[in-house]
């Protein structure tokens, strides 16, 4: 078996609190995860779980306290400015409001450009790349000419993930990239995301809240709670038959179609959350 593209090992990471010897606020907690080349890992859990967090830490964009963060058998927990810019031809980003990652006063075109002209590429390869992009991502070549604003909340995304393919990583962190979208929209924009695997062999680290969407894509799930990894696994099995608590409370909290099935399943959570917390007060008071 090949070694992991990427590898996380016991990764702590903490932020200060200001006060006189108040502990640090610790995000993550002892966390290890892998991404095999060619991959999709679903991160999922909700707000404040910690999952954001490990894919800031990935991107260098969160301070590694303890732990390693290994990219292509290289340690790039604590890499330099200059070494992190470096690493954005292999690693890169799809964040969940495209809209504000672009600058408005730019065309598409110019915005799919700048990374491939800071990376060297001739104008003239650009030009041809760009088609490439606009092709894999399902959006008209005209697209060259217009400005995000005139794009739906879909279409912008689109652009956002031609912009992330453009020096041809091997790792794309998605961070809740589908989140602001209505469903038949996260459908289509899901489906690009897999064909796009398909084709080039990217791997996906894809953090979302919603079980429903990363069993849609991922191959494996790992699903986080109070900074922890709580249960992983195959993606189908993690999100069907979750064994955590906590993973089936996530499970219970997706919505249904079926009215009275929605009501039972609000009552079977209501009922979890009320043990797990008798739980973890027992716990506490031991």
């Not at 899901?190 to 064909?195: N, S, V």
């Not at 996530?250 to 079977?268: C, F, G, K, S, Y």
Request: aromatic share 4%; net charge positive.
């Amino acid at each position: 078996m090949s070694a992991p593209l990427l590898d996380v090992k016991n990764l702590v990471v903490e932020y200060p609190i200001k006060g006189w010897r108040k502990k640090p606020f610790r995000a993550l907690d002892d966390v290890s995860l892998s991404v095999n080349p060619g991959e999709t890992v679903g991160l999922v859990g909700e707000s404040g779980s910690g999952k954001t967090t490990l894919g800031r830490a990935v991107l260098g964009l969160a301070p590694v306290t303890e732990g390693t963060i290994t990219f292509d058998g290289r340690d790039i927990s604590h890499l330099k400015t200059r070494e992190r810019r470096a690493m954005s031809s292999h690693v890169q980003v799809v964040f969940q409001d495209p809209y504000s990652s672009m600058n408005p006063t730019m065309l598409v075109g110019d915005i799919l450009a700048e990374p491939l002209r800071i990376a060297g590429v001739s104008k003239a390869e650009a030009k041809g790349r760009i088609r490439e992009l606009l092709d894999q991502v399902r959006l008209p070549l005209d697209a060259i000419d217009r400005f995000p604003h005139e794009f739906s909340g879909g279409q912008r995304q689109r652009i956002a993930i031609a912009r992330a393919l453009a020096l041809e990583p091997k790792l794309i962190v998605c961070d809740e990239p589908v989140s602001a979208l209505d469903l038949s929209t996260q459908a289509r924009v899901l489906d690009i995301f897999i064909e796009i695997q398909r084709r080039t062999g990217v791997a996906y680290l894809f953090v979302s809240h919603d079980l429903s969407v990363v069993r849609h894509i991922s191959h494996r799930v790992a699903v986080m709670y109070h900074g922890k990894i709580v249960e992983t696994g195959d993606g189908d099995a993690v999100t069907r038959n979750p064994e955590h608590p906590y993973t089936q409370r996530l499970l219970m909290a997706a919505p249904v179609p079926n009215p009275a099935e929605q009501a039972t399943r609000r009552q079977a959570r209501a009922e979890l959350m009320a043990q797990q917390k008798a739980a973890e007060t027992h716990g506490a008071a031991a």
